[in-house]
């Protein structure tokens, strides 16, 4: 009898013929992160340019707006002169038969051919408003010695050669017609060193006319191709000066900002008092006190749904709520004399308006007090617990100030959002122009149910709704600029405070 055993080969098997190798898998070149690395910092790069090319567009825009610029006085075809300051220009191209039309003009035929067909048009601005000027028009261009650009209180800029000043008395002689005398005497005049009282200055226009200017309707005038850098230093910081520190003019086309940047300040001051204490308090009853469930959960899904809710729906919410319901029963209870037609609270104003904004920025608030609260170590509040402190002396004295720097942190979200809505405020209490301020020396110092200016509806209405857009073309950019600077030094000052509550609290032993 045989006896079998099988026995198990260590050997590896060999491949069978006609198939290859199963190749060793190798790391997906994903799982090492390389590629989300460099996409993520693309993403970032490419963020940062959108922001640094829109922030340079505005400021160099907005920072050019009143650099004064040379006279130019441009002779066309028809014989017409145009005195002016040249604002832009853009190129264009000409069709083939335009160009044909031009060969009676050999010189500019010849510099267009040159061109490939392209020409230019150029914009300038004169006493009668903003004109398109084609090359093609044009005979000759000069700078005159002494243009003259005039601001008016009333009427816009003037433009013409200085040809006289009238005195206010008819039986003195008038002065010198020659240019530079005459600009000499009005210096001397607005300084105040000569005893002779003027009435007028008379310029010469373009077309051999006259133009006489009452001198208590001028706000600036300066020779502009006789200015040196000082001069045109001292004519730039002027008109700075006069746009932040007086009111609009002319139909906003000229002046300065001065009670939209107030209406802009008291207004995100109030807003800022109202969303502060009523977030907090929210977040604490939602972190502190609320116990886990269905509707703990339902408010914090409104919140946050609250904060994708479109800022006219806030608006809304604030004419028929604020203004109608609120404050028809305030002027119901307090001011039935001056009722209906001089309501107090129930029209639109500074209190409605903050009010509104604090409800729109309110959801900003509660998530990131929340977060702050969060983020208190809870030994804290167990070693307080245990040296017999009470749950409120515990939020009091542990909690809240630890949590400070982050309440500041939905205080500056706040303010950067709150600052730059206009959409809301244009139902509950903005205006296009405001003879009276929000805060004043009369009593009560602080108006409330006045409505104001603010520097977001001021740029919508250069922008929309001014009678002369181009004329207010620069001052967009230069409002624009001024908002943002605004905003980033209220975003600033809460930074700084948030900075040395920190140091404060956060950092210290309790």
Not at 110 to 123: H, N, P
Request: with cysteine; net charge positive; proline share 6%.
């Amino acid at each position: 009898m045989s006896v079998t055993f099988l026995v198990e080969s260590t050997a590896p098997p060999r491949p069978k013929p006609g198939r290859s190798r199963r190749a060793r898998a190798r790391t997906s070149l994903l799982a090492h992160g390389e590629p989300l690395v460099w996409l993520n910092g693309g993403a970032l790069a490419l963020a940062l340019a959108m922001i640094v090319g829109m922030l340079s567009l505005i400021f160099g825009q907005g920072i050019s707006t009143f650099w004064p610029q040379p006279l130019y006085a441009i002779h066309t075809l028809d014989g017409e002169v145009r005195l002016g300051e040249l604002t832009r220009a853009e190129v264009f191209q000409l069709s083939a038969d335009e160009l044909e039309s031009l060969r009676q003009r050999p010189a500019l035929h010849a510099r267009l051919v040159a061109a490939g067909g392209s020409t230019r048009r150029t914009q300038m601005r004169t006493a009668d408003g903003f004109v398109w000027i084609d090359d093609r028009t044009v005979t000759k261009v000069e700078k005159p010695e002494w243009g003259l650009v005039v601001e008016r209180r009333e009427g816009g800029r003037c433009y013409g050669v200085p040809a006289t000043l009238l005195p206010a008395d008819d039986s003195t002689k008038p002065s010198s017609s020659e240019p530079g005398a005459v600009w000499r005497t009005f210096t001397a005049w607005r300084r105040g060193t000569t005893d002779i009282a003027y009435r007028g200055l008379v310029l010469k226009t373009p077309d051999d006319n006259t133009l006489e200017v009452p001198l208590a309707n001028v706000v600036r005038a300066y020779p502009a191709n006789q200015l040196n850098l000082a001069g045109q230093l001292g004519v730039y910081a002027s008109r700075w000066w006069e746009f932040l520190s007086t009111a609009p003019r002319d139909a906003n086309t000229e002046g300065g900002v001065f009670p939209a940047i107030v209406g802009t300040v008291v207004m995100t001051f109030f807003m800022s008092l109202a969303v502060v204490p009523l977030g907090v308090l929210a977040a604490l009853y939602l972190r502190e006190y609320a116990k886990p469930g269905l509707l703990v959960s339902l408010v914090r899904i409104a919140v946050n749904n609250l904060a994708g809710v479109p800022s006219i729906v806030f608006g809304v919410f604030g004419l028929g709520f604020f203004c109608y319901a609120m404050g028809a029963s305030l002027d119901q209870l307090f001011f039935a004399d001056r009722l209906p037609s001089q309501p107090t609270f129930g029209k639109g104003g500074l209190l409605w308006s903050a009010l509104t904004l604090a409800l729109l920025t309110l959801p900003v608030v509660i998530v990131a007090t929340e977060e702050a609260l969060a983020a208190v170590p809870g030994s804290m509040r167990e070693g307080s617990y245990a040296c017999g402190a009470s749950k409120w002396q515990t939020i009091r004295r542990i909690v809240l100030p630890r949590a400070l720097p982050g309440v500041m942190t939905g205080l500056i979200l706040a303010l950067a959002r709150g600052a730059g809505e206009v959409a809301p405020l244009m139902l509950v209490g903005v205006t296009n122009l405001a003879f009276e301020l929000p805060i004043d020396g009369t009593w009560p110092l602080v108006h409330l149910d006045r409505k104001f200016m603010h520097l977001g509806f001021h740029i919508y209405g250069l922008g929309y709704q001014s009678p002369n857009s181009e004329a207010t073309r620069s001052l967009v950019y230069t409002t624009t600029f001024l908002l943002i600077a605004l905003v980033g030094v209220l975003n600033l000052s809460a930074v700084w405070l948030r900075s040395r509550l920190r140091k404060r609290y956060a950092l210290s032993k309790f």
